[in-house]
């Protein structure tokens, strides 16, 4: 990396700080690297909610277990959430009706209500301080105003089919907080999702399981079965990938890029500040924007402190990242006026063709779990269960739903066309472009994709002036990644990869850093 590194004299400047509220308020975990061979029976390969809850249910089922990270346990995806707790999916409840029938739409919000269920009765049985509370979730107009979505109507129809199906819901006229029409749902939930996992990772260890941070998978063999992690073996006899986007493992290349080419990454973005006690009630909000905005609180002793979240855009495609925050700031604010925001960041969901998850076997012996769109916790759990429930052969009732294999509907079909009418663009988009800059006119903290001695670059320079300059070519599948100027990262508009300005593995699926190209002179 050195040779990648040059320095001068500019000016700094001060980086918008964009750790997650809930890395601040929790006590910090610490497990170690794999330095040794190892035998489990089941690798579990990511230490987010899925791969937790999975280790987790497999040691109480008296499985021998280990959990691998490439960073520190709950760093990335779990720990950049909103932390809503809901059956309540992306895709409204009357299309989830119109894509699968009424039998299929129900069971999909009935895998959000088990999660829920199951949620709690861990913290119960391990006692976990978390804040878990079961609160109301409210689908509201965007200002309460309802007429442009159509009327009252929406929300009483939305509300009517729900408790057709059997949920505990309501049409409410003129809803807290934000008035106007919602349809309400009951048993709906929030916790402190960072003392959750951090809580989920002590019961793992206490009960004999294996949690290694800092400790990437590099490869995969089906006979004799193994992972090599750290450049040690790994025996196993079954894995569980629960990357968020699904990496290689026991599968074939082809078949993962397959079913990651179905998958449609996005970045969401987050703000969180402290408002006065009582001011927004303790309830889940979301409201019919496109991308919509979803907000909760977060009790504290003297006040509360108010999450709020939206801006989504397809990850690696928006040009000036910063200004979605800002955006998010202003609407916050301008729903609680007095509002002080202490914490900003973003996190990455994933979306599918026909908006279900990918949950189930994806290869003999390894599992995945993945397209959890913005249910990531519910589902995160589901996945855990169900995974178990792989392991011990028992059956489940949302195997064939969520089966990874599934055939898309119509009207997924479309969507997956749509999604991936990008990935041939961006591996092309910047190669047209004119000849760029040159590396004389990055600014300090300013991140550029420009051409550099016959190739595509991604170069940044520091506050101190050092300057980094990467191949710009995302080395999953060889996209132009883009800069991030609110994170620093440099980001794949195609299936959501993420490295940071060393070029290192942030989010998969990409597993190489990107190469740093010779600075010398
Ligand atoms: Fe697939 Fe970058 S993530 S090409």
Redesign the pocket.
């Given at each position: 990396m050195d040779r990648a590194v040059k320095r001068d004299r500019r000016q700094a400047f001060t980086p918008l700080n964009t750790t997650p509220f809930w890395s601040t308020a929790a006590e910090p975990h610490r497990f170690p690297r794999l330095d040794r061979d190892l035998q489990v029976e089941i690798v579990v390969v990511g230490a987010g909610i899925t791969g937790l809850t999975t280790a987790y249910l497999l040691v109480l089922g008296g499985h021998s277990v280990a959990v691998f990270d490439r960073g520190r346990v709950a760093e990335r995806d779990s720990g950049h959430t909103s932390a809503h707790l809901t059956m309540v999916s992306d895709r409204r409840l009357s299309s989830l009706v119109r894509s699968w029938g009424r039998d299929r739409a129900r069971s999909v919000w009935d895998a959000g209500l088990t999660a829920i269920e199951r949620i709690e009765s861990i913290v119960r049985a391990e006692q976990i301080d978390c804040d878990f509370q079961y609160v109301p979730g409210y689908l509201h107009a965007v200002d309460g105003d309802a007429e442009r979505d159509g009327g009252p109507k929406a929300f009483e129809d939305e509300a009517s089919l729900a408790i057709d199906l059997g949920f505990d819901a309501a049409f409410v006229n003129d809803m807290p907080f934000i008035g106007g029409p919602a349809a309400a749902f009951e048993r709906q939930g929030r916790l402190h999702v960072s003392r959750y996992l951090s809580g989920l990772a002590r019961a793992i260890v206490e009960r004999g399981g294996r949690i290694f941070e800092h400790s990437e998978i590099e490869g995969a063999e089906a006979k004799p079965r193994s992972v090599r992690v750290n450049g040690k073996t790994v025996s196993c006899d079954r894995v569980v990938l629960a990357t968020h986007m699904p990496i290689v493992g026991l599968a074939s290349k082809s078949d993962t890029a397959r079913l990651?080419s179905k998958l449609a990454p996005y970045t969401s973005y987050v703000v969180a500040g402290r408002i006065g006690k009582g001011e927004v009630p303790d309830a889940l909000f979301w409201d019919t924007a496109d991308p919509y905005h979803y907000c909760r609180i977060q009790p504290a002793s003297s006040h509360d402190v108010m999450i709020f979240g939206g801006e989504d855009h397809k990850t690696g495609q928006a040009s000036h990242t910063a200004g979605c925050l800002k955006r998010l700031e202003e609407t916050a604010a301008g729903l609680v006026p007095g509002i002080d925001i202490t914490h900003r960041w973003s996190g990455q969901v994933i979306e599918t063709p026909d908006g279900l998850p990918y949950i189930g076997e994806i290869t003999p012996c390894q599992f995945t779990a993945t397209g959890f769109s913005g249910n990531g916790l519910t589902f995160g759990t589901l996945s855990g269960m169900m995974a178990v429930d792989w392991i011990e052969g028992k059956a489940n009732e949302w195997r064939s739903l969520f089966d990874p294999g599934r055939r898309v509907t119509s009207g997924g079909a479309w969507i997956y066309l749509k999604e991936n009418a990008d990935y041939p663009l961006y591996r092309v988009r910047d190669w047209l472009q004119e000849k760029a800059r040159s590396v004389d006119a990055v600014q300090p903290g300013e991140g550029q994709i420009l051409e550099y001695r016959g190739t595509k670059a991604a170069a940044f320079r520091d506050d101190q002036g050092v300057l980094s300059i990467l191949s710009a070519a995302?080395?999953?599948?060889?996209?132009l990644?883009a800069w991030n100027d609110t994170e620093r990262t440099w980001d794949?508009p195609?299936?959501?990869?993420r490295f940071d300005t060393n070029g290192r593995v942030l989010a998969g699926?990409?597993t190489e850093p990107l190469s740093p190209l010779d600075q010398s002179e």
């Amino acid at each position: 990396m050195d040779r990648a590194v040059k320095r001068d004299r500019r000016q700094a400047f001060t980086p918008l700080n964009t750790t997650p509220f809930w890395s601040t308020a929790a006590e910090p975990h610490r497990f170690p690297r794999l330095d040794r061979d190892l035998q489990v029976e089941i690798v579990v390969v990511g230490a987010g909610i899925t791969g937790l809850t999975t280790a987790y249910l497999l040691v109480l089922g008296g499985h021998s277990v280990a959990v691998f990270d490439r960073g520190r346990v709950a760093e990335r995806d779990s720990g950049h959430t909103s932390a809503h707790l809901t059956m309540v999916s992306d895709r409204r409840l009357s299309s989830l009706v119109r894509s699968w029938g009424r039998d299929r739409a129900r069971s999909v919000w009935d895998a959000g209500l088990t999660a829920i269920e199951r949620i709690e009765s861990i913290v119960r049985a391990e006692q976990i301080d978390c804040d878990f509370q079961y609160v109301p979730g409210y689908l509201h107009a965007v200002d309460g105003d309802a007429e442009r979505d159509g009327g009252p109507k929406a929300f009483e129809d939305e509300a009517s089919l729900a408790i057709d199906l059997g949920f505990d819901a309501a049409f409410v006229n003129d809803m807290p907080f934000i008035g106007g029409p919602a349809a309400a749902f009951e048993r709906q939930g929030r916790l402190h999702v960072s003392r959750y996992l951090s809580g989920l990772a002590r019961a793992i260890v206490e009960r004999g399981g294996r949690i290694f941070e800092h400790s990437e998978i590099e490869g995969a063999e089906a006979k004799p079965r193994s992972v090599r992690v750290n450049g040690k073996t790994v025996s196993c006899d079954r894995v569980v990938l629960a990357t968020h986007m699904p990496i290689v493992g026991l599968a074939s290349k082809s078949d993962t890029a397959r079913l990651q080419s179905k998958l449609a990454p996005y970045t969401s973005y987050v703000v969180a500040g402290r408002i006065g006690k009582g001011e927004v009630p303790d309830a889940l909000f979301w409201d019919t924007a496109d991308p919509y905005h979803y907000c909760r609180i977060q009790p504290a002793s003297s006040h509360d402190v108010m999450i709020f979240g939206g801006e989504d855009h397809k990850t690696g495609q928006a040009s000036h990242t910063a200004g979605c925050l800002k955006r998010l700031e202003e609407t916050a604010a301008g729903l609680v006026p007095g509002i002080d925001i202490t914490h900003r960041w973003s996190g990455q969901v994933i979306e599918t063709p026909d908006g279900l998850p990918y949950i189930g076997e994806i290869t003999p012996c390894q599992f995945t779990a993945t397209g959890f769109s913005g249910n990531g916790l519910t589902f995160g759990t589901l996945s855990g269960m169900m995974a178990v429930d792989w392991i011990e052969g028992k059956a489940n009732e949302w195997r064939s739903l969520f089966d990874p294999g599934r055939r898309v509907t119509s009207g997924g079909a479309w969507i997956y066309l749509k999604e991936n009418a990008d990935y041939p663009l961006y591996r092309v988009r910047d190669w047209l472009q004119e000849k760029a800059r040159s590396v004389d006119a990055v600014q300090p903290g300013e991140g550029q994709i420009l051409e550099y001695r016959g190739t595509k670059a991604a170069a940044f320079r520091d506050d101190q002036g050092v300057l980094s300059i990467l191949s710009a070519a995302c080395t999953h599948m060889g996209c132009l990644v883009a800069w991030n100027d609110t994170e620093r990262t440099w980001d794949c508009p195609c299936h959501g990869s993420r490295f940071d300005t060393n070029g290192r593995v942030l989010a998969g699926p990409a597993t190489e850093p990107l190469s740093p190209l010779d600075q010398s002179e």
